[in-house]
């Protein structure tokens, strides 16, 4: 029969890796109390469901963007400034240098200014 303090180290341990899961559902934008406790209960599945769980939001400042306009702070799917109602450019993959999203940027700005003439912000 198992004494009672081992049976508190037991318990401790688990406690401690519920911790492991908890963290790195935290780091992914979950709940910590939650993926803890399920840690802690059945750490063996925990800890591979929480491994290849994906990213809320793929990190807290992606999910936001400035509109290059109006400076307005915008969601990232936005295509449409709500503030300054001008389409948002669009730079493509990540393989688009500075200097074609320029002149990108430029387009856009002079697209707007065809279709809204003698319009000022």
Not at 55 to 74: D, E
Not at 94 to 120: C, F, I, L, Q
Request: proline fraction near 5%; hydrophobic fraction near 45%; glycine fraction near 8%.
């Amino acid at each position: 029969m198992m004494e009672i303090s081992s049976i508190f180290v037991l318990i401790f341990l688990a406690m401690l890796l519920g911790v492991i899961t908890g963290a790195i559902a935290q780091s992914k934008g979950d709940s910590f109390m939650a993926w803890w406790l399920f840690g802690t209960l059945l750490f063996i599945i925990a800890l591979p469901m929480v491994l290849i769980m994906p990213a809320k939001g793929a990190g807290r400042n992606s999910t936001r963007k400035i509109c290059p306009y109006c400076q307005s702070k915008l969601a990232s799917n936005v295509m449409k400034c709500p503030e300054c109602k001008r389409s948002q450019p669009d730079v493509g993959a990540a393989t688009v240098n500075s200097w074609e999203r320029t002149v990108g940027g430029v387009d856009e700005v002079a697209k707007w200014a065809k279709e809204h003439p003698g319009e000022e912000k």
